[in-house]
C-alpha cells in the first residue's frame, strides 16, 4: 500500500530551526512532491513543492528565503528544512506526493495534483 510518513516535528523557540522529513513508498517517488501546512482555525495552505528530480522547487512567500526543500530519492525521503522560525509557522504540516509533471507554482500549489497524503507532524514556535 502507498503511503507517506512525515517526522521530526517539535517545539522551537522563534528564530530556531527545524527540519522535518517525509519517508515514502517507492511508488510515490518519481513523483511530485510537497508540503502543506494547516494552522489551527485556518485552510491548509500550500508551503513548498519540488519536482521528480529536485531540480525545481517553488515556494509560498510567506517562507521564500527561510525554508528549504530537498529531495533524496535513494532513501525515498524529501526533507524540509526551516530557518528564521516565526510564531505564524506553527501549523501541521503534511507531505504530499502525486504523479503529475508541474510545470508551474499553480501546479505545485494545489491539492488537487496530490494523490497520496501523509498523517502530519505538528511544529510549535514559541515567541
Known amino acids: 500500500q502507498v503511503h507517506v510518513v512525515e517526522s521530526g516535528g517539535g517545539l522551537v523557540q522563534a528564530g530556531g530551526s527545524l527540519r522535518v522529513s517525509c519517508a515514502g513508498s517507492?511508488?510515490?517517488?518519481?513523483?511530485?512532491m510537497a508540503w502543506f501546512r494547516q494552522a489551527p482555525g485556518k485552510e491548509r495552505e500550500f508551503v513548498t513543492g519540488?519536482?521528480?528530480?529536485?531540480?525545481?522547487?517553488y515556494y509560498a512567500d510567506s517562507v521564500k528565503g527561510r525554508f528549504t526543500i530537498s529531495r533524496d530519492n535513494a532513501i525515498n525521503t524529501i526533507f524540509l528544512q526551516m530557518n528564521s522560525l516565526k510564531p505564524e509557522d506553527t501549523a501541521v504540516y503534511y507531505c504530499?506526493?502525486?504523479?503529475?509533471?508541474?510545470?508551474?507554482?499553480?501546479?505545485?500549489?494545489?491539492?488537487?495534483?496530490?494523490?497520496?497524503w501523509g498523517q502530519g507532524t505538528q511544529v510549535t514556535v514559541s515567541s
Open positions: 517507492g511508488r510515490t517517488f518519481g513523483s511530485t
Open positions: 504530499a506526493a502525486g504523479p503529475l509533471r508541474c510545470l508551474d507554482y499553480a501546479c505545485y500549489a494545489a491539492s488537487a495534483t496530490y494523490v497520496y
Open positions: 519540488i519536482s521528480a528530480s529536485g531540480g525545481s522547487t
